[in-house]
């Protein structure tokens, strides 16, 4: 079993940079999968990045790459989404995930454990 809570979220401008944190519980944060998603009013939720448990693989949908980067520190069960250059598009609660084991993937449904969420709100 894993908990995950997330935290780092808040209103911003756009151009601005936050960064977001998922502190996991349990002894076996390294055999995990990591991955952002995040969901804005009204549309399905989205993948937004990962990372795999070996090699730390990492993964971004194409609108983020090149702004976000996700990272993780076993030592501090923690895992991390540093957002920079803000657009109000990125406006949506994001949620932690973890799979264990797994690819990486971008699919919610291969990931088994999430966090409660927390809204990031960039404005124009």
């Known amino acids: 079993q894993v908990q995950l809570v997330e935290s780092g979220g808040g209103l911003v401008q756009a151009g601005d940079s936050l960064r977001l944190s998922c502190a996991a519980s349990?002894?076996?944060?390294?055999?995990?999968?990591m991955a952002w998603f995040r969901q804005a009013p009204g549309k399905e939720r989205e993948f937004v990045a990962a990372i795999t448990w070996i090699g730390s693989n990492t993964y971004y949908v194409d609108s983020v790459k090149g702004r976000f980067t996700i990272s993780r520190d076993n030592a501090k069960n923690t895992a991390y989404l540093q957002m920079n250059t803000l657009k109000p598009e990125d406006t949506a609660v994001y949620y932690c995930a973890a799979d264990l084991y797994g690819p990486g993937g971008v699919l919610t449904t291969l990931y088994e454990y999430w966090g409660q969420g927390t809204q990031v709100a960039v404005s124009s």
């Open positions: 349990g002894r076996t944060f390294s055999s995990y999968s």
